[in-house]
């Protein structure tokens, strides 16, 4: 087994050095990648079928997919779901729950950073760990205003309110939903949930496909695009006795592409791990006034708007918009 795992890991070395990448960003593009043939799995034989079985084929995935990239380390979510599930279970829907909460997961996120961290951008356990904080909190936060008088609840808080508290079960599907474990999106337990029980689409298989292959291939463009970039304007350039040489004019063109590329990265990952959740059907967001089925439940970055950006509110309405609200 050992011998087969390390021979793995040398095809993948090769690949990614052939490809000028690092090999734990090669590991996580597959991660994301796969989740499209997962979901195709899913939904020709699991959806609409007993919660139960769902649950189960999502934390097999999604802990398959935790083991290929980091090992042993899935013992840092793994830690971090049990702890919340026993917090539900002892002092579920109340303020102290959500204190409590917000006060381990950020750190044991902060302390993550602290023991991973190095000069440069490491893809490690704490990246991903990230998602799971944001989402584990947002959890008990779900749960205390199941608990409130739902007309005191805005209607955002209306739309993500749990009336009872999950199982470990359902909150370990929930974290480890292989299309959104690695990089986000974020999203609630109630819709994941509905979506289990086939009541947020309902129960015929729904026109995503289409929808979620031509948004994941948009992520793909934005990788092919983000990988010639960097290879022409590497990190190192700004560090450089060249770019220290230049006008000062041109060293604010050049870090003003530079950030654009670099950024391009992010967008390319949010997209394809979209495109996974529309070909889900997670992502079903209503109706147009034309009838038409929307899939942008689970969008994290609104393209039009990110790039006819002209002022930096746009930046931020329109880039890790799921964050955003979340915090706001």
Same mark, same amino acid.
């Given at each position: 087994m050992a011998e087969v795992e390390v021979l793995s890991r040398g095809y993948l070395q090769s690949f990614a050095h052939a490809l000028g990448a690092p090999e734990p960003a090669l590991r996580l593009l597959i991660s994301i990648l796969i989740g499209y043939p997962l979901m195709l799995i899913h939904r020709?034989?699991?959806?609409?079928?007993?919660?139960?079985m769902q649950h189960l084929y999502f934390i097999t995935t999604g802990v398959s997919i935790a083991l290929f990239n980091y090992g042993e380390n899935v013992m840092h979510s793994a830690v971090c779901v049990i702890v919340t599930w026993l917090l539900l279970q002892f002092i579920s829907g109340?303020?102290?729950s959500v204190i409590i909460s917000?006060? *381990?997961? %950020?750190?044991?996120? !902060?302390?993550?950073?602290?023991? &991973?961290?190095?000069?440069?951008?490491?893809i490690k356990w704490s990246m991903p760990h990230c998602v799971l904080t944001l989402r584990?909190?947002?959890?008990?936060?779900?749960?205390?205003?199941?608990?409130?008088?739902p007309e005191k609840l805005s209607n955002d808080q209306q739309k993500t309110a749990l009336p009872y508290t999950p199982t470990l079960v359902e909150i370990a599907a929930h974290t480890y939903f292989p299309?959104?474990?690695?990089?986000?999106?974020? *999203?609630? %337990?109630?819709?994941? !949930?509905d979506f289990v029980k086939g &009541?947020?689409?309902?129960?015929?298989?729904?026109?995503?496909?289409?929808?979620?292959l031509l948004r994941g291939g948009s992520g793909l463009v934005y990788l092919v695009v983000y990988q010639v970039g960097i290879s022409?304007?590497?990190?190192?350039f700004l560090s450089s006795q060249e770019y220290y040489d230049m006008p000062v004019w041109q060293r604010h063109v050049m870090v003003g592409l530079w950030a654009k590329i670099t950024l391009y990265k992010y967008i390319s990952c949010w997209l394809i791990a979209e495109g996974v959740c529309i070909v889900s059907g997670l992502a079903f967001n209503g109706r147009n006034s034309a009838g038409d089925m929307l899939w942008d439940g689970c969008r994290n970055?609104?393209?039009?708007?990110?790039?006819?950006?002209?002022?930096?509110?746009?930046?931020?309405?329109?880039?890790?918009t799921n964050t955003n609200a979340w915090v706001a």
């Open positions: 020709y034989t699991l959806y609409c079928k007993r919660p139960w109340t303020l102290k917000f006060i *381990f997961q %950020m750190t044991y996120l !902060l302390v993550g950073y602290y023991m &991973t961290g190095t000069d440069t951008y490491d584990l909190i947002a959890l008990t936060y779900d749960v205390y205003d199941g608990r409130k008088d299309a959104s474990f690695m990089v986000g999106p974020q *999203f609630s %337990m109630r819709r994941y !949930l &009541t947020l689409v309902g129960c015929e298989l729904p026109p995503c496909l289409v929808p979620g022409w304007l590497p990190d190192t970055v609104n393209i039009l708007l990110w790039e006819g950006s002209t002022q930096f509110g746009h930046l931020i309405q329109s880039f890790n």
